[in-house]
């Protein structure tokens, strides 16, 4: 049989939450239960890190901060001590026990009433939606930061996923190309096209259930797909 693969869309994205970014805390202030030193701290910049980071020494002493993610990677943490280590912040990350309670988790954190722990989410896109109204409108610090955030190096889906009414919510993280395929001489052998719209891809997938495509004498899936939400966004 041949198969043909057609590729979709799905983006990781970080969302950062109003409070951190914006504390504008410098390292005088009372927060911290010992001085801050910028020469000291200046020399713990990474020179290799570009120039954003060089100018933040000792900019956030003491200012605690959390964020809250679903898929735990060590370099997470090289990269938090670099922060803390030039900026004197004590940032810290937590992940959920378990990807599938990530999206009531953030509507617990982030919604309406919500306890309001984290201060940034590492997320899928699709848990971002319930609560992007919830989230910093970042589209100011992406303009004053145009040279660090370089935004117009990001490819034009990834931003259009993450602009809310025209206010941009998440920074694409990483964006992951999904490729779905399907048989090419069964949508021949009935005359079908390639779905555009979930809706025609679960009219297909009925229309193709239960029919034999492989002639083995036993009814097959229509199409057959991971039930994750961020997979269906991808349309």
């Known amino acids: 049989a041949n198969t043909t693969f057609f590729v979709l869309v799905l983006i990781n994205i970080v969302v950062l939450v109003q409070g951190f970014v914006n504390s504008g805390k410098q390292c005088n202030d009372p927060v911290s239960d010992r001085e801050c030193d910028p020469e000291q701290k200046a020399l713990a910049c990474r020179p290799d890190a570009g120039e954003f980071l060089s100018t933040l020494a000792c900019q956030y002493a003491g200012i605690p901060a959390l964020i809250y993610g679903f898929e735990p990677d060590e370099n997470w943490d090289k990269r938090i001590s670099e922060f803390n280590n030039c900026t004197g ?6 992940f959920t026990e378990t990807e599938d309670k990530m999206a009531t988790e953030v509507v617990n954190d982030a919604g309406a009433g919500g306890a309001g722990i984290f201060d940034a989410y590492i997320l899928e896109l699709p848990w971002v939606i319930p ?11 992406i303009t004053q930061n145009i040279k660090d955030i370089k935004w117009s190096d990001i490819n034009e889906n990834s931003r259009k996923a993450v602009t809310f009414n025209e206010s941009v919510r998440a920074l694409p993280l990483d964006t992951d190309y999904v490729a779905i395929g399907y048989r090419q001489d069964v949508y021949d052998k009935y005359n079908l096209q390639p779905p555009n719209t979930i809706e025609e891809m679960a009219e297909q997938s009925e229309f ?3 029919l034999d495509h492989n002639d083995d ?5 229509g199409f057959c797909l991971s039930g994750q939400a961020n997979y269906f966004f991808a349309f």
């Open 217 to 221: 004498g036993v009814a097959d899936w």
């Open 208 to 210: 193709l259930y239960g």
């Open 89 to 94: 912040a004590r940032l810290d990350i937590f």
């Open 131 to 141: 609560v992007a109204d919830k989230m910093q409108d970042l589209s100011n610090l």
